[in-house]
């Protein structure tokens, strides 16, 4: 059964940063691509970022150059570190995972597996 766990989310003020992780469980981490899309309320969810087995990591426009992401494979861990926050990051993130095959025909937004969840608020 894959499961994603996310954790690392909280308040922080505008300019700030903060890291995300997600423990990934259930899957051959390298066969699959793990990414984060975010969803503020009232708003589309939007593909923040993931991981690519077969090519650069990919960022949304809005977070290229703030955001970078990461893996540990000896962990089975994504992070997601965020600098110089806004608030409109404020939202909450979802880590998603998806094939490789399958990550290469949708968006980070449809992945099929997806954790909790983490809310991240950016207020001063």
Known sequence: ?????????????????????C???????????????RQAPG????????TSRDGSPYY????????AISSDNAKNTVYLQM???????????YCVAAPIWL???IPISEYPNRGQGTQVTVSS
């Open 1 to 21: 059964e894959v499961q994603l766990v996310e954790s690392g989310g909280g308040l922080v003020q505008p300019g700030g940063s903060l890291r995300l992780s």
């Open 23 to 37: 423990a990934a469980s259930g899957f051959t981490f390298d066969d699959y691509n793990i990414g984060w899309f």
């Open 43 to 50: 708003k589309e969810r939007e593909g923040v970022s993931y």
């Open 60 to 67: 949304s426009d809005s977070v290229k150059g703030r955001f």
């Open 83 to 93: 600098n110089n926050l806004k608030p409109e990051d404020t939202a909450v993130y």
């Open 103 to 105: 990550a290469r025909e």
